[in-house]
C-alpha cells in the first residue's frame, strides 16, 4: 500500500527552467511534508519542508506547494541547474499515532538537468 | 559536529551468514530510524529506537531482523541467516527530538550484497 506516490519516475528540464515535481499522499493523518535529495552512493538530505497548515513554503529557489483537499504536493525549482540533477523524495509524516518522525516516502523522481 | 555515521559503508555476505550494520547518531540525538531501500525502490521505514527503546518495528520483517540502541555505543541492525532479497541498502537517520516539525539527518547508508 503505497501511501506517498510520485508517479514521474524522472523528469528532464533545461538549465535556467523551471522544474516542477509532483507527490500524492492517500493518508489524511499525514500532517507534515518534506522534501529529501539523494545523490547516487549518499544518504538524503533534507531539502525543504511544509506543515499542513500551510499551503507555501519557499527557501531560495525552491517553492514547496501544498494542496490538502487534492491531498497533492509539489516541489518547484528555479531556476533549475546542473547540479540538482539527483533523485528527489517526497516523505509524509504522521500527527497520529507513536512515531511523530516517521517518514513514509514516496518513490522518488530522477531530476536530470541539462546545461 | 559529525553527521550520522554508518558502518560498513559496503558489507558482502555469504546466504546464511549474519550482517551487523551500525550506526552513530549525530551529537545529541537520541532518536535512531533505519531504512531500506530495495534497487528500483524509495526508501520504507523499518524501526524507529530511543535509547534503550524500540518504539516502533512495523516495518521490520518478523524473522531474521532485530535492532537495538543501547544506553552506550551505536544502533545496531542485525539481520541473521541473510537471504539474496536481503540485498539493499540500509540507512540511519538520526533526529533530536521526536517532534513533529524535526528534521531528520541521515547516514550515507550501508550497501549489504547477499552472494
Known amino acids: 500500500d503505497q501511501q506517498v506516490k510520485q508517479n514521474s519516475p524522472s523528469l528532464s528540464v533545461q538549465e535556467g527552467r523551471i522544474s516542477i515535481l509532483n507527490c500524492d499522499y492517500t493518508?489524511?493523518?499525514?500532517?507534515?511534508f518534506l522534501w529529501y535529495k539523494k545523490y547516487p552512493a549518499e544518504g538524503p538530505t533534507f531539502l525543504i519542508s511544509i506543515s499542513s497548515i500551510k499551503d507555501k513554503n519557499e527557501d531560495g529557489r525552491f517553492t514547496v506547494f501544498l494542496n490538502k483537499s487534492a491531498k497533492h504536493l509539489s516541489l518547484h525549482i528555479v531556476p533549475s541547474q546542473p547540479g540538482d540533477s539527483a533523485v528527489y523524495f517526497c516523505?509524509?509524516?504522521?500527527?497520529?499515532?507513536?512515531?511523530?518522525?516517521?517518514?513514509?516516502f514516496g518513490q522518488g523522481t530522477i531530476l536530470t538537468v541539462h546545461p | 559536529n559529525a553527521g550520522v555515521m554508518q558502518n560498513p559503508r559496503h558489507l558482502v555476505r555469504r546466504r546464511g551468514q549474519e550482517a551487523r550494520l551500525r550506526c552513530s547518531p549525530m551529537k545529541g540525538h537520541s532518536h535512531v530510524y533505519w531504512y531500506r531501500q530495495l534497487p528500483e525502490e524509495g526508501l520504507k521505514f523499518m524501526v524507529y529506537l530511543q535509547k534503550e527503546n524500540i518504539i516502533d518495528e512495523s516495518g521490520m520483517p518478523k524473522e531474521r531482523f532485530s535492532a537495538e540502541f543501547p544506553k552506550e555505543g551505536p544502533s545496531i541492525l542485525r539481520i541473521q541467516q541473510v537471504v539474496r532479497g536481503d540485498s539493499a541498502a540500509y540507512f540511519c537517520a538520526s533526529s533530536q527530538t521526536d517532534g513533529l516539525n524535526t528534521e531528520a539527518f541521515f547516514g550515507q547508508g550501508t550497501r549489504l550484497t547477499v552472494v
Open positions: 516523505a509524509a509524516i504522521s500527527a497520529g499515532g507513536t512515531s511523530y518522525g516517521k517518514l513514509t
Open positions: 493518508n489524511s493523518m499525514f500532517d507534515y
